[in-house]
């Protein structure tokens, strides 16, 4: 047990930074269950931008990087989470001496869960920088990180972790739902009806915003498809979505999880070129993304009644209207209707996995990393 005690009156602050490089993502809640259902008070939320140019500078960095920047940013980005903190805070009359804990999840720079065999050793390995001693002493709050070492050293991949946030607070007696949450990367979690916490699925099913967002940066030096309107005016490329779909991580079996270190420019470049339209690569990416989501879930999941969107793809219009083509059977709702802001989402959850830790409880689920047994994620700093 932590020495830090907690209960549903005292507010937590969640912080995400994701692998779309989007924005800092902050939420303030209170958590309490009610007969084993998680509970939210959600008081503020927000994504604050990054500093000018800070967005391609990390871009550039997880292509080519040296030592001297990742020193920079693992400093450079809890100062940001601060400021950020504190504005969220004020725009939402909070007190920022009544927050009792942070959690964040830092930005992960390389995520490799299948061991490489080197010097005599198996070693699978992760990075998410954001020095959180420097965001600690910076609030005087106590902040909790490095959620997925824990999983990863019991043989787990670490990821993904929100499944565990999805069945404590989405799961139904009546439906059988996926969560899916679109960011750079997609993930969904499958929670049948009735589910059991051993019951569940979860895993990464590959690129959500992430390969729309290198072509739009290329093609029309923007960071995205606001709205879904460049895919919209585009035309489906049938032959490139084919080979898409034989990518040998979209048809891998769980549990799998990835990253940008997988699906970067060399990987969409690889199948388009310069005799195609600007406006057919982007539309043959959203599909791309949303038929290999839907394509996961028809193998690996069950049926599925309803799926509910998180993420900044839960924005695309045109991505809404391909994963209505492709799960035709499904309805398809944004989190909000749950309570759930999408950009909110995972915030939310890394504020829970700090409550759950400052509890002693364990936030992995093993079924789903592969690891070999429940674990208490993150490390404290004062």
């Avoid at 958590?31 to 500078?57: C, E, M, R, W």
């Avoid at 400021?83 to 009544?98: F, M, P, T």
């Avoid at 749950?338 to 002693?360: H, L, N, Q, V, W």
Wanted: proline share 4%; glycine share 8%.
């Amino acid at each position: 047990m932590l020495p830090i005690q907690i209960s549903g009156n005292d507010i937590i602050c969640g912080v995400m930074t994701g692998t779309s490089l989007d924005g800092i993502d902050i939420a303030f809640c209170k958590f309490h269950t009610d007969n084993t259902q998680l509970k939210i008070d959600l008081i503020a939320y927000d994504t604050v931008d990054y500093p000018a140019g800070f967005s391609d500078y990390m871009k550039g960095l997880l292509k080519k990087t040296t030592w001297r920047d990742i020193s920079f940013i693992n400093y450079a980005l809890p100062q940001m989470y601060a400021n950020a903190i504190k504005q969220v805070a004020e725009s939402g009359n909070i007190d920022i001496d009544n927050v009792k804990l942070i959690g964040i999840h830092g930005q992960t720079m390389w995520h490799e869960p299948v061991p490489i065999e080197r010097f005599g050793l198996s070693v699978s390995s992760t990075l998410q920088v954001a020095n959180p001693v420097v965001l600690a002493k910076s609030l005087n709050i106590p902040v909790i990180s490095d959620f997925r070492s824990a999983d990863m050293v019991l043989r787990g991949q670490g990821a993904p972790l929100v499944p565990r946030f999805d069945f404590d607070y989405f799961r139904s007696d009546e439906h059988n739902i996926v969560c899916l949450n679109i960011g750079g990367m997609a993930n969904i979690t499958y929670l049948p009806k009735n589910a059991q916490l051993s019951g569940i699925i979860a895993f990464d099913t590959g690129a959500g915003n992430v390969l729309i967002d290198i072509m739009m940066k290329q093609y029309f030096n923007t960071d995205y498809d606001k709205n879904g309107e460049v895919a919209a005016s585009g035309k489906l490329i049938d032959s490139v979505l084919n080979k898409l779909m034989q990518d040998e991580y979209v048809i891998a079996t769980p549990p799998k999880s990835t990253g940008r270190e997988y699906f970067d420019s060399s990987f969409v470049h690889r199948f388009f070129d310069d005799l195609y339209q600007a406006e057919d690569v982007i539309c043959t990416l959203t599909h791309f993304t949303a038929k290999s989501i839907a394509y996961n879930i028809d193998r690996f999941c069950g049926q599925c009644d309803k799926l509910i969107i998180g993420g900044g793809g839960a924005k695309n219009a045109y991505m809404l209207t391909c994963l209505r083509e492709y799960m035709p059977n499904t309805e398809v709702v944004n989190s909000v209707e749950y309570g759930i802001p999408s950009d909110a989402k995972e915030a939310i959850a890394f504020a829970y996995f700090a409550y759950r830790t400052a509890k002693g409880l364990p936030s992995n689920v093993p079924v789903i990393t592969g690891a070999t047994q429940e674990v208490v994620l993150g490390s404290i700093s004062y």
